[in-house]
């Protein structure tokens, strides 16, 4: 356990269909990340935020909708996805900082059919 | 972000200690040397980080090249649980010392442990 939850683990969900991540850390860091993990690519970093104010997105299709309403949560919103965005999306957090280190959720498997 | 360069699949045998290499040879003076590693149907984990000096803990020690252009994480004693997928990453610091820590993840290097 890393003290960082992701629901739900599996995920299967048509183009037209809307649906939300969602991920939680109980070790009170204050920036949170969501990435995206496809099959034989690296992690692709998607979102930073940093005490809830987002600080980064990665040229992220607007399909893809992030929301942190407090240091603790973090969502990804999904709407009319595609085939390709089937993937894995990983969560993670960390305490801002020079030496750091993020801490990963198990991540949410999607399959867009 | 500099760039690191990972051999793409190492193997090794349970008990024995595994070198596995990176070579960076763009990075700049206030990138630190992170390593992650991802275990089957996990989320990469922390393992260890280094910024000129060699570092150990828990889990494995750093070996960092004096010129810092390349480093070598080593496993002293490999398991079953350590075959992964394991990241060399660079993170640089904002200016003014701080940073929310974004992470560059490349293809990594896939450690086969064998019986």
């Known amino acids: 356990e890393t003290g960082v939850t992701q629901t739900p683990r599996h995920l299967v969900m048509g183009m037209t269909n809307k649906k939300s991540l969602k991920c939680e850390q109980h070790?009170?860091?204050?920036?949170m990340y969501w990435y995206k993990q496809s099959a034989k690519k690296p992690l692709e970093l998607m979102f930073v935020?940093?005490?809830?104010?987002?600080?980064e997105n990665n040229s992220v299709p607007s399909r893809f909708s992030p929301e942190c309403p407090n240091s603790s949560h973090l969502f990804l919103h999904l709407h009319t996805l595609q085939p390709e965005d089937s993937a894995l999306y990983l969560c993670?957090?960390?305490?801002?900082?020079?030496?750091?280190?993020?801490?990963f959720g198990p991540g949410t498997r999607l399959t867009v059919t | 972000d500099a760039k690191t360069t990972q051999p793409n699949s190492m193997e090794s045998n349970e008990e024995e200690p595994v070198h596995l290499p990176c070579n960076h040879s763009?990075?700049?003076?206030?990138?630190?040397i992170h390593w992650y590693r991802q275990l089957p149907s996990q989320g990469p984990e922390y393992v260890i980080h280094?910024?000129?000096s060699n570092v150990n803990n828990r889990m494995a020690s750093l070996a960092i090249a004096e010129d810092r252009k390349s480093s070598t994480l080593i496993l002293h004693r490999a398991t079953l649980r350590d075959a992964a997928v394991y990241y060399c990453?660079?993170?640089?610091?904002?200016?003014?010392?701080?940073?929310?820590?974004?992470?560059?993840f490349g293809q990594g290097t896939i450690l086969t442990v064998h019986p």
């Open positions: 993670a957090s960390s305490q801002p900082g020079t030496i750091f280190e993020q801490y």
């Open positions: 935020y940093n005490f809830k104010e987002q600080t």
């Open positions: 763009t990075i700049s003076g206030t990138d630190y």
């Open positions: 070790l009170g860091h204050n920036a």
């Open positions: 280094g910024l000129t």
């Open positions: 990453i660079l993170r640089g610091v904002i200016a003014g010392g701080t940073s929310y820590g974004k992470l560059t």
